[in-house]
């Protein structure tokens, strides 16, 4: 189920487009504060970020920009009362996706939405990408053509991080996400897992072309 961020300070809205996008299968978050909302996004996975201008603490087109800047690859939809011609460029210049005002037919944002998360999940590989070819039905990936020789909690966890690139992965969601590591065994596994896989993608932490630590959160799959 694509999971929605919606960054709004009307409870109202919220709790009315929660409901009607849960009706369409999307999954819909909401925090009131850009400071939350950027916490969030560091420790949690979303398809797509609902955007509010008029926010406390910053604007949300500023917002916007250090989410574009932290996560690329994350669509962003601005939903404002604002009818500002020179906004909605300066949304666009921030790198906004798509900007609709209220007040709005919500079955037209569930349509964008839709659209947009589609768009997103169907992007061509670049060719960094194509370092590494996963092949979910033998559980196998190759590097360069090559076999990698993983155990099942290798490929899982670095057929997650493939998955969602440049994304910030918590090892909390790393442990909830693969059959292959148990609670109990603690999320500090997870470390001594990530350093075989280094090891065998011939990864150098201190300087990495792939996989990147995230001080006390967990890791981000950056490419080659």
Known sequence: MPRILMVEDDLQITELLEQYLGRYGLEMMSVDRPSVALDKLRTEQYDLVLLDLGLPEMDGLELCKIIKGDHPELPVVISTARHDTGDKVVAFDAGADD????????????????????????????????????????????????????????????????????????????????????????????????????????????????????????????GA
């Open 99 to 222: 900007y609709i005002a209220k007040p709005y037919d919500p079955r037209e944002l569930v349509a964008r939405i839709q659209s947009i998360i589609k768009r997103y999940a169907h992007l061509t590989p670049t060719s960094e990408q194509e370092v590494f070819e996963v092949d979910p039905i033998k559980m196998e990936i190759t590097q360069e053509g090559t076999l990698l020789d993983l155990t099942q909690a290798e490929y899982e966890i670095f057929a997650l991080f493939l998955k969602k690139k440049h994304q910030v992965i918590s090892r909390e969601f790393i442990v909830g996400s693969i059959d292959a590591v148990r609670w109990e065994s603690g999320d500090r596994s997870i470390d001594v897992i990530v350093s075989r896989l280094r090891h065998k993608i011939g990864d150098d932490p201190k300087n990495p072309r792939y996989i990147r630590s995230v001080r006390g959160v967990g890791y981000k799959y950056i």
